[in-house]
Each structure stands twice: as C-alpha cells, then as structure tokens.
C-alpha cells in the first residue's frame, strides 16, 4: 500500500474533516443565531449549557481517537481485517460510556448548575435546554465512533454527508420549534435543545445505513461481532484513557472559562456566546488540519515511515494557515455585521468587535499549536499528551481567574487565554518532538 503525504492526500483527509467539525459547530451557531433574537438570557442559557454539554461528548471524543489511531496504524501496516474487531470493541465500551453519561447528566446538572450559574434567568433557562439536550449524549458518541472509523481509513466522504443532514434538521428544527413555526409548539430554548437531539440522532441512522450500502466492510470483518478480547479492549483504552482526560480537563476548562464569565453579567456572557461562535467558525479548518496531522503521524509510524512526520507536519501546517488565513480577513473586515447576525442590539454588536479581533490572533496561534499537539498523540503518546495539556491548563485557568476575579480586565484581555494557551502547548509539543524517542512508540 502507497501511502501518500503529498499536499493532495493531505487536503483529501482534511477537507471531509471540516465538513464533520461542521456538524456540531453548525448545531452551535444556530443555536446561537436563533437564540440571540429571543433574548440575552437564552443565549446565555444555551452558551452555558451547551458548553456543559461538549464536555461530556468530549469524553466519547477522547476515546474515538484512540480507535482513530490504532485503525490508522493498521492501515498503515496493511492490517486490514483486525479493523472490525477494534471497531466492535469500541461499539460495547462506546454504549455503555454512553448510558453512564446519560445518567450523570440527568442525575447532576440541577445541582451543579445551582452552583455555577448566578444569574436566575439563565440558570432556569439552561434547565429546560438540558431536559432535552442531555438526550443526544449517545447518539453523538456512536457518531464520534463511526467518525474515528472513516478518519482513520481516509474515506472520509460520509462525515460530509452526515454533517450535511445535521445541518439540514437542525436548522429546520430550530427554526420550527424555538419560534412554534409549521404548526409545532412555541418551545424557545428547550426546541434548540430538542433540534439538536433531532440532527444528532440522523447523522448516527446515516453513519449505519452508508456502512452498510457503501463500506466493504467484510474486508475489514465489520459487525461480524468476533469474540470479546479483553487484550485487545485494554490495549485500546491504554491509548485512550489518557486522551478521555485530556479532553475532559481541556474542555472542563472551557466550561469554567464562560462559568467565570457568567459572573460578569448577562451582557459579558451574551458577548462571549457571539464571539465564541465566531471562534469556532474560524477554527473549524485548524482543528480539521490538525486531525489530519494526528491520523497521518500515525499511518507513517505504522508503515515504518517516521522520518518523513516532521517534514509532513510542516507541510500540514502551510496548507492550515493558507487557508484559515482568508476566512480570518474576511471577518475582520467585517467584524460588526457578523456580530450583527446574532443579536438586534447594536451596542452589544459593536461591544464585541474587540473581543472579536483577540481571537482572531488567537487563531493563528492555535494552527501550529494543534497540529504539533496532535502530533504527540498520534504517535500513540497519549498520556504525555494528557501531562502536556494539564501543565498548560493550570497557567490558562490562572489567567482567567486573574483576569475576572482578581484584577477585572475588560473582556478582551479575558479572550487573551487563548494566546496563552497556544503558545504553551505549541512550546510543550515542539519540546517533545524534538527531545523525546518518540519513533520506538507501538500501538
């Protein structure tokens, strides 16, 4: 098997990457688009809740990508037909991952949000959204699944299908029930809930239905449901397990950062859920190109291939910035009329355009700092992933408490922890790629 890291077979994994980021990014803007004509609070609520929410999605995330990488590197080696046995095992631990989270979602967010959220308005509105939201949580982890399955082979056509039907009944949904159209019932925050439920639930019917029609998926022996292999289970979760954390203390505290924002008033939050949709949009294309470097490290290190990793990385890394480089000129030529499309209120429009040009630095920074990041996890160097992550989070966390508690900085210089962030871990993975004996990693 030719294994090509040539910009073509770079862009041709990268670009269906985007288009699956897509689907939870896209639930988010609408979300927040339809939101922010109802009212601050809502689009307060649905920031807070729907942040609550990626955290514990993130968990499934963090163990699809250890399936990721180790499909990754039996494609690499030529492996095939050990694919469906990693698969499957992933499918038993994914369900049962999924029910746990279902559980402490239902059991544990009125008591905790009793304790984050100081606003009333957007404690009760962030209720009624995770009544339905939590719903999603195992919908949303098969599909993460199915999605580190066709990442990890390069076939990744079907994330831009799903990612496509997403988009399609979440905006539908949300438009219908947010608002009561097409004869459905007036729910507000609690039908962006629902929608999402909705899109989430079609995009995991579609991942089945393609396998099926579209996947040679008696090559790689899919759902031929072989015996249970503990070995094979612990050897995933050894790679997985660390990831899990990681995305937990990474994504936590992407929580705690809009939890301490929240303190500042409905008008900061209401800024924040504007600029933070505005950020995802923009770092749709660096977090696809970085899944690239994770998923390519990893095939090459399967095939034998390591020292054409770093050379490939660079060249990752030209194609990121290349392309996030028009979409950053776009919204900073126009940062007022964006901000615009989610609210009515002028003042609060043009309140966000410095925040707005602090994450735009912010996404610059962050296109080298997830490629090499991803990097050390895609040499199945998991846990020194999560020790680097959680060094980093301790300076970003103290930044944000600094900012919002201790010396009460404008808004702006609170958004400037995404810098902070971005060069520490770029720091930390440009040290470990250069120190330590990365090539001798299995997996």
């Known amino acids: 098997m030719k294994l090509s890291v040539s910009h073509k077979e770079i862009w041709k994994i990268t670009y269906p990457i985007i288009f699956g980021n897509l689907a939870q990014t896209i639930i988010v803007l609408v979300n927040t688009i339809f939101l922010g004509h109802v009212g601050n609070a809502e689009l307060g609520a649905a920031m807070m809740a729907g942040l609550y929410y990626l955290v514990f999605t993130t968990i499934t995330q963090g163990f699809s990508v250890g399936i990721q990488i180790m499909v990754a590197r039996r494609l690499g080696e030529g492996n095939i037909e050990k694919i469906g046995k990693i698969f499957e095992h992933g499918l038993y631990f994914t369900l049962i991952l999924g029910l746990g989270l279902l559980g402490v979602l239902s059991f544990c967010t009125k008591g905790l949000f009793s304790h984050i959220i100081a606003s009333p308005n957007i404690y009760a509105s962030a ?49 219908a029930l947010i608002f009561g159209n097409f004869g459905l019932p007036k729910m507000g925050v609690a039908g962006a809930g629902l929608s999402s439920v909705l899109a989430e639930a079609t995009a995991c019917l579609t991942f089945f239905v393609y396998t099926f029609l579209k996947l040679p998926y008696k090559d790689y022996r899919l759902f ?55 950020y995802m949009l923009c770092t749709l294309t660096v977090f696809a190109y970085s899944a690239t470097a994770n998923t390519i490290t990893s095939r090459l290190m399967g095939a034998g291939r390591t020292e054409e990793i770093p050379k490939t990385l660079l060249r990752i890394l030209m194609m990121s910035t290349l392309t996030l480089l028009p979409i950053l000129a776009f919204f900073a030529l126009f940062p007022q ?23 735009f630095i912010g996404a610059i920074i962050m296109t080298a700092a997830m490629i ?43 958004w400037c922890s995404e810098w902070i962030y971005g060069v520490l871990i770029l720091a930390a993975s440009l040290v470990f790629m250069k120190w330590y004996p990365w090539r001798q990693t299995a997996a």
Not at 145 to 173: C, D, E, P, Q, W
Not at 226 to 233: A, C, I, N, V
Not at 337 to 359: G, H, K, R, W
Not at 386 to 413: K, N, Q
């Open 337 to 359: 009329q964006v901000a615009s499309i989610y609210t009515d209120d002028t003042a609060l429009a043009m309140q966000s355009v410095p925040v707005l040009y602090t994450i």
């Open 372 to 414: 090499y990041f991803e990097f050390v996890s895609g040499t199945g160097n998991t846990f020194i992933a999560l020790i680097l992550e959680t060094g980093v989070l301790f300076f970003y966390i103290l930044h944000i408490y600094l900012a919002t508690t201790v010396f009460h900085f404008p808004l702006r210089w609170v």
């Open 224 to 278: 031929s449901f072989q015996k249970f292999d503990g070995t094979l289970l612990r050897s995933v979760l050894k790679i997985s397990l660390p990831t899990m954390f990681q995305r937990l203390i990474s994504f936590g505290s992407w929580f705690l950062f809009f939890a301490m924002i929240e303190h500042l008033g409905e008008e900061s939050m209401a800024i924040s859920g504007i600029v933070r949709s505005v």
């Open 127 to 175: 209720l009624k959204f995770m009544d339905f939201r939590q719903w999603g949580i195992i919908f949303v982890s098969v599909n993460y699944l199915f999605r580190s399955l066709y990442i990890g082979l390069s076939n990744t056509k079907i994330i831009t299908i799903t990612t496509l039907m997403m988009a399609v009944v979440n905006i539908f949904f949300d438009y």
